[in-house]
């Protein structure tokens, strides 16, 4: 208590009892030390970063704080034959230096260097944060050590429960002592926004009901990045805190609790303390954090420790280990893929003519039980079970009355849209590093902004992700109702798909809801501006995917160049469903009623590549043609232009070619141009040499554009309405964020109309 009572004392009670003071700060500074790591401190340093300067006024307000950082050091080569100097690397450790005596001035209180360790060579050679964590841990204390995060926050009547916590390594949890002990986290940014809210409540029940779970009674819990308290003698003697290898070790954290548990350590969780979190709050944030996620899930799935886990586990733990782990990932795929088969099953049924033969069989027509599955079926999909888990935690904690209110409130602010088009995230980066590998870290910054994405931004993070997905599936539905609509009910059709043009939906049009000011025209109009510029600019060497299409359809390719031949053959296998498809709806078409001879299929891939001439035909005049010639260059695209719609009239004249003809053809064609480039892109260095590369690229310039059309028209509908964005951030978007959105649309409205009566 005269501790307790020390800490209280202010400064004029302080000079009377300063050795009290003195003495109870010597015995924390030896019970405690605090070690930020930061490597590019030394950089910062000398190139004059602000953010040096913060975190140097940091060590001088808190005396006992120490920063860790990688310093690179010119030295003179020791082989006098060089005239150049070697760099150097030391892993050093800093604290403020004391103000000097002759000086008053704030700015002369410098750092001082404690250690300084020489290195072999640059420490960084893996990913950043847990280099950065290793390369510090020398220069701690003690027998336990707290992995803090940057986006984590304590409370002080939490650090008086530290003593208790650390008691734990001193008691025996089944058969061993704990090697690390795990914390619960209190997310505190669910207040921003209603996606914030579902990433909080997410995140609340996986570090608390699903933590408990996994630590008792499965006995499967590893590291989760949370501000959990290591053994530091276990792990300083068995590889650090966290592995650090590139690309297999993204997830560096639960590969700590992997090692851990390999070599016979012991995993708990304890709820002692709770330390408070930070959150990422805008649906692009949450999208790379999750792709983040999946990825190193992909990379967990193909790493050797799991694999060593699951030989080691007995049968429960290894069940338990698998479905806690990459298993939830796994069955997201596989959900997904469901879906995928069961269109294109319902397709083949469909156009082979069997579902119409079933349809009329009277044990299947009569058969109540059928539907009622189905409208089960979509109810479970539409996201309820991924509530689930955060119902019961609200539950136990709140009252299961604040738990249902809330579970109301959450589907009123579409949570099953939010969790729906995260299946989509997690199942495209998980699956995509399965087939190629090469998963990479994400920034998301976790920053505390909302902020409107252009909607150039939101094409470039969801086109193949989800964009593309929507669209496939959307032109499944259309066709599966235009050929089953004769005998079949729409009570049935509207059982089977309702699920599916849900998640089409979501997938196409989420980011735009989610959007801040997303259906206010004056951004809609800039966006499209945007939208222009950017997929009109091309590409090269040091231009950005922000700023050119070219370069970010390039870079969207960088996973096949880096995949093996297994990849590649099976984005070839993937990519040939399309020309079944195609297969399939050629003969369905009223002008080849009357035959089913293999030459239609042959004359529909004839007049594929008529298109596919005809636009590199005109690409080449357009490149080619000087502007003496554009007369000609004109005439020549005229003459195309009549001789396509003379076909056109001859074909509804003689054979009789239907309007639902043309739209079948346009059905069948689009994805068989798709399945081409997909598989271009695939065999990008025989194309390359064959010379065709530049028209693969302008082949998915016009689909890109094509694609944006048909997602920025119902967007730019719906901003016509202002009602339409006042809804959506009233519904979105807390009260605070609303009012200041508000504000700053009246005050941006006043500067646009004062700097045009300028111009005036």
């Known amino acids: 208590m005269e501790g307790y009572k020390a800490v209280e004392l202010n400064e004029d009670q302080m000079k009377g009892e300063r050795s009290l003071w003195t003495q109870c700060q010597a015995v924390a500074d030896m019970k405690f030390t605090y070690v930020v790591s930061c490597q590019l401190y030394g950089i910062q340093k000398r190139s004059g970063d ?34 150049v100097n070697d760099k150097v690397y030391y892993s050093t450790l800093v604290k403020a230096a004391l103000p000097k005596s002759n000086s008053s001035e704030p700015g002369q209180n410098l750092d001082q260097i404690i250690y300084r360790i020489k290195l072999p060579g640059p420490a960084i050679l893996g990913e950043g944060k847990p280099e950065n964590q290793n ?9 336990g050590l707290q992995t803090i995060d940057m986006n984590q926050d304590n409370y002080m009547e939490e650090a008086l429960k530290m003593r208790n916590l650390l008691q ?17 986290e209190h997310i505190f940014t669910g207040s921003v926004s209603s996606l914030a809210w579902f990433m909080s409540n997410q995140e609340t029940s996986f570090v608390t009901i699903g933590q408990r779970l996994l630590a008792n009674p499965l006995k499967v819990r590893f590291h989760y990045g949370h501000p959990d308290v290591f053994d530091r003698l276990f792990h300083l003697t068995r590889g650090g805190v966290s592995k650090a290898s590139k690309i297999i070790n993204l997830s560096e954290d639960i590969f700590a609790g992997f090692n851990s548990t390999l070599r016979e350590g012991n995993v708990t969780h304890h709820e002692y303390i709770q330390v408070g979190k930070g959150r990422d709050v805008g649906l692009n944030q949450i999208s790379l954090f999750e792709a983040k996620i999946a990825n190193g899930n992909g990379e967990q799935t193909l790493s050797r420790d799991l694999y060593r886990l699951g030989h080691r586990f007995d049968f429960f733990r290894m069940l338990s280990c698998y479905f806690t782990t990459i298993g939830f990932y796994f069955s997201t795929l596989i959900t997904v893929l469901t879906v995928y088969v069961f269109l294109y099953g319902r397709l083949y049924l469909v156009l082979s003519g069997l579902e119409k033969g079933l349809s009329t069989q009277p044990g299947i027509k009569d058969n109540k039980a059928l539907e009622i599955a189905l409208a089960s079926q979509s109810f479970v999909q539409i996201g ?27 589907q009123l602010q579409l949570a099953p849209v939010f969790f729906t088009f995260s299946l989509g995230t997690k199942t495209h980066y998980y699956g995509r590093t399965l087939l190629h590998g090469g998963a990479k870290y994400r920034a998301t910054g976790r920053g505390f902004v909302v902020f409107h994405a252009k909607f150039a931004e939101n094409y470039r993070l969801y086109s193949r992700s989800h964009f593309v997905k929507g669209l496939e599936l ?5 066709v599966y109702q235009l050929f089953g609509q004769t005998y079949r009910g729409a009570v049935a059709y509207i059982l089977i798909t309702v699920s599916m043009w849900f998640m089409v939906g979501t997938w196409l049009f989420a980011p735009f809801l989610f959007n801040p000011s997303g259906f206010e025209w004056q951004k809609i109009v800039d966006d499209w501006t945007d939208w222009n510029k950017w997929i009109s600019n ?7 995917p922000e700023k050119s299409w070219e370069s970010w359809w390039e870079e969207e390719q960088d996973h096949l160049r880096h995949s093996g031949k297994r990849g590649i053959i099976a984005e070839i296998i993937l990519a040939l469903r399309f020309f079944i498809y195609q297969y399939g709806l050629v003969y369905h078409l009223h002008i080849t009623r009357t035959t089913k001879s293999v030459w239609v299929y ?11 001439f005809v636009m590199k035909t005109i690409s080449v005049g357009r490149r080619k043609f000087s502007a003496n010639f554009q007369l000609v260059f004109r ?22 070619m239907t309007p639902k003809d043309i739209i079948v053809c346009i059905l069948a064609f689009m994805p068989t141009g798709w399945g081409l480039l997909l598989i271009a892109q695939a065999c990008k260095p025989i194309v390359q040499k064959a010379g065709f590369w530049g028209s693969v690229r302008t082949l998915a310039r016009g689909y890109e554009i094509v694609m944006g059309l048909l997602l920025f028209t119902p967007v730019a509908f719906l901003a016509w309405f202002p009602f339409v964005s006042e809804f959506q951030t009233r519904m979105l978007f807390n009260q605070a964020f609303s009012r200041g959105l508000q504000i700053s649309r009246i005050l941006g409205g006043h500067r646009k109309d004062r700097s045009s009566r300028n111009k005036e």
């Open 384 to 410: 309820f079970l991924m509530a689930l888990p955060m119902m019961m935690e609200i539950g136990l904690e709140k009252g299961f009355r604040t738990a249902l209110s809330e579970f109301i409130l959450m």
């Open 602 to 612: 042959g004359v529909s891939w004839l007049v594929i590549f008529l298109i596919l």
């Open 474 to 478: 959307m032109i499944l539905l259309l």
């Open 538 to 544: 091309r590409g090269g060497i040091g231009v950005p």
């Open 635 to 656: 005439l020549i695209k005229g003459l195309i232009f009549v001789t396509f719609v003379s076909i056109l009239a001859i074909l509804i004249a003689l054979p009789h």
């Open 135 to 143: 390369h510090a841990i020398i220069f701690t204390r003690g027998e």
């Open 50 to 83: 602000a953010r040096a300067q913060d975190i140097l006024r940091l060590m001088t307000t808190y005396p006992s704080l120490r920063v860790a950082y990688i310093d690179e050091v010119e030295e003179p080569s020791k082989d006098k034959s060089k005239k």
């Open 168 to 184: 734990e390594f001193l008691k025996r949890h089944d058969v061993r002592l704990p090697s690390i002990l795990g914390l619960r």
